[in-house]
DNA sequence: TGTGATTTGTTCGTATGTATA
DNA sequence: TTATACATACGAACAAATCAC
């Protein structure tokens, strides 16, 4: 591929690094470069398509967002090979299981935060508070040594004051509810978007600023259908997918 | 805030661009700029932060990305005000409903493409043929005037060979398969994640080549199991949420 | 071990094109 | 027509991380 002029680009509506994006992106696609193989440096990409090292850093930044390479200051730019995970919402599936396979025993949470304050509006509706505090929990999942998502929990103060040091200790909610007395609890909303991670959550994640969050909103009940807790969970979208648990025929 | 010195900086792991998308982000989500309102110009931004305009632009890039703002190439850069479609994906539910409300009934279908041809083997798959033909389908969606989706529907060829006329006529699937004799099938399985647009994805949803799209790929069946449909539907993740059905407690 | 070369990351400067008001 | 504002692209410099010798 040759880059058209300017002119004529201008035409074509596509401009040089779009033009370089796609075709570096069927390299990948066509397995011309495959997960582990170092990308061509900014400079010889620049010059094979004569554009500027910026023109070609603008392509390249584009895959990187895809997740499709990553690149490594000092060293080079490389095609990821990731596993993807497929995590399950169900009525009480809370596990992060691997497509692959046995990661899934090594899936471990950990509490990065908490603090009781008042309840956000959106948290207090949710959570049916007409009023009152709340206990918000910043949490974190890894399957194996890669981080799966970051959640933020809100549970009602006056019912699980301390919820966050059970769950400090167990590392699962489902345990630290049953140290509160809590044997079962039902998922009864999930509601699923996207948007590009924070840097603050893509520290967490260790995904490149800018990269793909999956978000999913949840709320869990007692089984009676009282309110128990509230959740903003984010995934890594370049690693994760949902599987969403059928709803059963009746 | 101020921009701190580049050596203040590659302490505190931070680049001036990333400082500045965070504090525009949280004056969106403070709302103290809202929707419709008019972004400083990327000079003045610039001006402000003490940065040349290539910082600010990239700072302002980001949040485009994200759906927050929209450029007007010779007018500006504007807060975003779309409203925010919430898709269900439940057992029988196939409709769009918007959270404002009324705009459902302006949600229509349209078929772009449609052709028989080979099964791709993970198609083959999902549908439980060992070998065969299917039909494969492009469609559209749009509430109002707004693209929410594209999806391509595989079907068996034996089973359903002019599927693709019926929905040509109906702009249903529902309808389609009805006018097929089938009153009525299920949702099977649902995996949903997130990538950045195609440039035809982008151009079919009316969003920024870049722009994230939700990935739904699921199968319906039959009511005794049979598959029936596969399909992989996008969303433009800016203006959609899925809300998941929640499975029913026994 | 250390030193220089390589490679990506960030920033500034400048120029031109294109769309809008 | 003119001015404004965003879009793309080139050139230069330095920083930071890594690698090779």
Redesign the interface.
Known sequence: MTIPDPATRSSSG?SAW?LIT?ELRGEISDSRLRPGDRLPTERSIAERYGVNRHTARQAIA?LA???LIESRRGSGTFITGESVL?HR???RTRMVRSLGDEESARSSGRVLDSAIEAAPEEVARRLGLTDGEVVRIESTRSAGDQPISVGTHWFAADRLPDIADSLRRTGSITAALRAHGIDDY???????????A??TEAELLAIR??A???VAEALDTL?DGTPLQYLVTRFA?QR???????????
């Open positions: 596509y779009r796609e584009a967002e895809d997740g497929v919402i169900g009525l039902l998922r009864a909303s999930t509601v699923v978007g996207a948007r590009h924070t840097a600023p800018g793909i969050v999956l089984p979208a994760v997918r949902l599987d969403i648990e059928p709803p059963h025929a009746d």
